[in-house]
């Protein structure tokens, strides 16, 4: 085995941890206060490559490697979750599932822009359409619908917790077309935010990652061509799960992030704060937290990087992606909960930092399969 990055990969570690620092850490706090979507941020990162980091540059994208993406979730990830979550999305789920199962006509018209996340000047990203009022972790049970007609599709529904509900351009969405078909009656449409008889909510005033944009998407008789069918008829199930694993290395590589972060203040901290005569790093009380934290940051990169290269050579990577995020999730929020500690008081005061990595921690659990999901597919797979 070889544990040593690429120089490339490391010059693409080290622009993101310098955008991070450079264009996401000012500010960061008042727009987690404000609930305040990173646009601008989201806007560079475009311009840099990242909103479409593994996207064959035939179709505008950066044609890095997930190993590279992994690092790179990971730096943005330790200053501001929630510009992260809007590139994994934007190049996890949607410009993934586009690329790999898209026809070339919906290659050329919806991939190139969103891997290059412009489009005549604006910014131009997706968002994925799978969670209900009735099915989050049970996603075979669609209740909005896809109704055949001649030449189009009509969509009736409501989709719930829509990260870039109201900013994206571009929405996967996941719906039954034959309920007597079960799992294999879903199918998955391209259809764009601005056609009519879709309504976004109002955003959700959310615990963590505030600055994300949350939405729930109501549809009311959406007409969506049938050229805008990803795959197969039934296929849509298959395609989200098959989606979804790779998300999960996006999601554990930004729990990977905010534990980071969470670490890297808390040992700033311990270095400078002083109790009892001495820097409260000497106290084995400390060190002790700090050797934890770091030991659950190490295994987690491991196993991010064990996934992510699992993807990039081809494998099946099912499993590695869902023991990676639980286990990179809650160590995240086991660390950011001990960075509070550590601060005390003063972890409990926003300009630290550290109390709004702890609340960004917790989604981290949830979204793109809880952490009892990723339980059920790890038993799954060790019980065969």
């Known amino acids: ?36 979507f990173p646009r601008e941020q989201v806007t560079k990162l ?90 989050g ?42 309920v007597s078909k079960g799992s294999h009656g879903i199918n998955v449409f391209i259809v764009e935010k601005n056609t009519a008889g879709i309504t976004v909510a109002a955003k959700e005033n959310k615990l963590g990652i505030r600055g994300s944009d949350t939405h729930t998407i109501m549809f009311n008789d959406v007409k969506v061509p049938k050229e805008n069918r990803i795959g197969a008829d039934g296929f849509g199930f298959t395609f989200a799960m098959k989606t979804l694993s790779g998300g999960r290395i996006g999601i554990a590589s930004q729990a990977l992030g905010i534990a980071s972060g969470a670490y890297e203040l808390a040992l700033a901290y311990s270095k400078q704060r002083r109790a ?5 790093m000497h106290h084995q009380a400390i060190q002790f937290k700090l050797a934890d934290m770091a030991t659950k940051i190490e295994a987690a990169r491991l196993l991010c990087l064990k996934a992510a290269w699992e993807k990039d050579n081809h494998l099946d990577y099912t499993l ?20 509070v500690q550590i601060h005390g008081g003063y972890g409990f005061v926003k300009e630290y930092h550290v109390e709004r990595l702890m609340r960004d921690a917790k989604i981290t659990q949830i ?18």
């Open 1 to 36: 085995m070889n544990f040593e990055l690429s120089e490339e990969q490391l010059m693409i570690k080290k622009a993101a941890r310098d955008f991070a620092n450079n264009e996401c850490l000012a500010g960061v706090i008042e727009r987690d206060e404000k609930q305040q």
């Open 46 to 135: 475009a311009e840099l490559g990242f909103m479409g980091m593994m996207v064959d540059p035939a179709y505008g994208g950066s044609g890095m490697d997930t190993v590279s993406y992994v690092l790179a979730m990971e730096e943005i990830s330790k200053i501001d979750a929630s510009t992260s979550v809007c590139m994994s999305v934007n190049n996890s789920l949607v410009c993934w599932g586009i690329e790999t199962y898209g026809t070339e006509a919906q290659k050329q018209q919806f991939l190139v822009p969103l891997a290059q996340g412009i489009k005549d000047g604006e910014l131009y990203i997706g968002a994925f359409l799978l969670s209900e009022p009735e099915a």
């Open 137 to 178: 972790s049970d996603a075979t049970s669609q209740q909005t619908t896809a109704e055949e007609m001649d030449d189009h599709y009509l969509i009736n529904g409501t989709k719930n917790w829509i990260t870039n509900g109201s900013s994206a351009s571009v929405y996967l969405v996941i719906a039954q077309t034959d």
């Open 276 to 280: 009892f005569g001495k820097e409260i």
């Open 320 to 339: 590695s992606s869902s023991i990676a995020k639980v286990f990179a999730s809650e160590a995240a929020m086991w660390i950011a909960t001990e960075a």
């Open 367 to 384: 979204y793109e399969g809880t952490s009892e999901v990723q339980r059920i597919v790890i038993s799954r797979s060790i019980l065969k």
